[in-house]
């Protein structure tokens, strides 16, 4: 990058963080670093819940997803809108009503301690994980900037994020998100006037589109019934359903943030805000992910966009045999090339005959391309079996870094970095939190004063910070990070809804009979993922289900016997 776009990076991040910081001056008790002293109006509870979902991994992984998958995880959000109206139903009123700090609370009131311990626990596992990719994430684009290890840029951006989130706590966070929030859709807005300016000027954005959908990347929707089928509507508004019930409901990440609402109502607005707001803006990222798709159908992109991974090829003795491949990358592509030209006169003569005619060979051809990229990922892997070549995460880095003006470089790569910090500073909050009020407060330290917990936020947020960073030094591991989140989250999030849909609807179900039922169901959705029975999304339904049902049949079969006994 040009000093303008290090100027222009440095002082957008520093000036979102100090602003935050500075609103959060005078936090000086557990609910002021936890709830934000509940004050917070509509729209910034609004706000802050949607920065809470949108981190790097947003801009990174989805944009790239479209690149290589089209439209289809689009419908991953179908269940969204009837999630929030559920939410602000059921789970909003009984959270507000009973002041609690993390939703686990109301397992103890309703159940025992140990239910409330195990579901808190599930949700510490699964949210630090989740919150170390979240940190992974940013740290590839500093490592592709400086080609540096990124293990010291994982270093680097985590620290930031701690050192804020432990100064100023959910009013810091909020407060930043806020204005990240502001800065992310003007830059999103920003990104797709880029793409379709960068165009050939014979191509505009009708052209784009129409290219992309002969090269099915517009398969927004997809009918079929299929339980392996990651992407379609079924899986999406069933387990998509499912999946954000848990996550809004049950997850302390989210449920914080709506928790700082100043009254029911303005915690009600705020996820209404998310319902209409988030579907939207998910599919304009996509959107660009299929732009960004059709530029490099007119300009060569490299065979590979991890360039850590290409240097380290370049370096090795397979060199001789990628370069090869590179020339017949840049031969097909050429071949490509023509086609799509060839498309583009077709579309605006509107002839069919020749549209299906171009359509046909460009697929081939595009195949062709394809298939040179998998030999350099095999021959990647030939060389070093533990390189990443899933190359997804970097392909709309690349374009940002390489096709983009001097100034607006910066100013997306602040942006992409803004979403990281508020996602990363979201995670590590929920974490201290939920560590202090249901394990600390409640096991270690009954009697402590406001003081003595507020120091003990702090500290468990900078230990969560720590695990954190240690576990994205192991994200690279695991493919499209946008799809790692979800898949990590559906292992968790069914078991954890069940437990809550349990004590909000089967009343006469005790304590002992939902611990149970919790552990069985979730050493079966392990098992199910393991052995690969069915996508993702379907885990959050059969985990739900399971806890509920299970929790009845040990309640009628077990233990109400057994209280007959006694």
Request: hydrophobic share 50%; aromatic share 14%.
């Amino acid at each position: 990058m040009s000093r303008i776009d290090w100027f222009v990076l440095c002082l957008t991040l520093f000036s979102i963080v100090f602003y935050g910081v500075w609103k959060s001056r005078g936090t000086t008790n557990i609910q002021g670093f936890l709830l934000a002293d509940k004050q917070l109006p509509w729209y910034n509870v609004g706000l802050s819940v949607i920065a809470t979902q949108v981190s790097a991994i947003t801009f990174l992984s989805v944009p790239g997803q479209a690149y290589s998958d089209g439209l289809r995880f689009i419908q991953f959000y179908f269940g969204l809108p009837l999630a929030m109206v559920v939410l602000c139903i059921t789970f909003i009123p009984i959270f507000q009503r009973l002041n609690v700090y993390t939703a686990y609370e109301y397992l103890e009131q309703r159940f025992d301690n140990k239910t409330r311990s195990l579901t808190a626990f599930l949700f510490l596992l699964q949210r630090g994980l989740s919150t170390g990719i979240t940190i992974y994430a940013p740290a590839i684009i500093l490592s592709d900037i400086l080609s540096i290890s990124i293990n010291y840029t994982i270093l680097f951006t985590g620290l930031i994020v701690i050192l804020y989130t432990v100064y100023g706590g959910t009013k810091a966070v909020s407060y930043t998100q806020m204005f990240q929030m502001g800065m992310i859709f003007f830059g999103l807005f920003l990104a797709a006037y880029m793409v379709i300016h960068l165009l050939p000027a014979n191509v505009g954005f009708v052209d784009a589109l129409n290219i992309a959908g002969k090269m099915k990347r517009l398969n927004a929707i997809d009918t079929k019934f299929d339980l392996n089928n990651k992407y379609n509507i079924w899986s999406g508004v069933i387990g998509g359903f499912f999946l954000q019930l848990s996550y809004f409901g049950t997850d302390q990440s989210q449920v914080g943030r709506y928790l700082t609402g100043k009254s029911i109502t303005a915690s009600r607005l705020g996820l209404i805000m998310n319902g209409l707001v988030k579907v939207p803006m998910m599919f304009l990222i996509l959107l660009i992910g299929t732009l960004v798709f059709t530029f490099y159908q007119f300009y060569q992109p490299p065979v590979f966009f991890n360039k850590v991974e290409v240097n380290r090829i370049e370096n090795s003795p397979y060199k001789s045999e990628y370069k090869s491949l590179e020339a017949d990358y840049q031969t097909a592509f050429v071949q490509k090339q023509q086609k799509v030209n060839e498309l583009v006169t077709a579309l605006h003569a509107n002839d069919e005959q020749a549209i299906d005619k171009v359509r046909t060979e460009l697929q081939q051809s595009d195949k062709n391309t394809l298939d040179i990229r998998k030999k350099v990922t095999t021959l990647m892997q030939k060389n070093n079996p533990a390189a990443d070549i899933n190359d997804t995460n970097y392909i709309f880095l690349g374009f940002v870094t390489q096709q983009l003006p001097v100034g607006i470089i910066g100013l997306i790569i602040a942006i992409i970095f803004l979403a990281a910090m508020g996602a990363t500073a979201s995670g590590l909050n929920s974490l201290a939190s939920t560590t202090v009020v249901d394990f600390y407060k409640r096991i270690f330290n009954k009697e402590g004063s406001d003081k003595t917990y507020l120091s003990a936020s702090r500290w468990a947020t900078v230990a969560w910070g720590v695990f954190c960073m240690l576990t994205a030094f192991y994200a690279s591991k695991l493919g499209n990070l946008v799809e790692a989140v979800n898949v990590l989250g559906s292992l968790f999030y069914g078991t954890i809804l069940g437990v809550f849909l349990v004590a909000f609807y089967m009343k006469k179900i005790n304590g002992q009979a939902v611990f149970y039922a919790t552990l069985i169901a979730e050493v079966f959705v392990i098992i199910v993922w393991l052995a690969n029975v069915m996508a993702f999304l379907w885990l959050n339904v059969v985990g739900c289900l399971l806890v509920m049902l299970i929790a009845w049949l040990l309640q009628v079969f077990f233990f109400k016997r057994k209280m007959i006994a006694e």
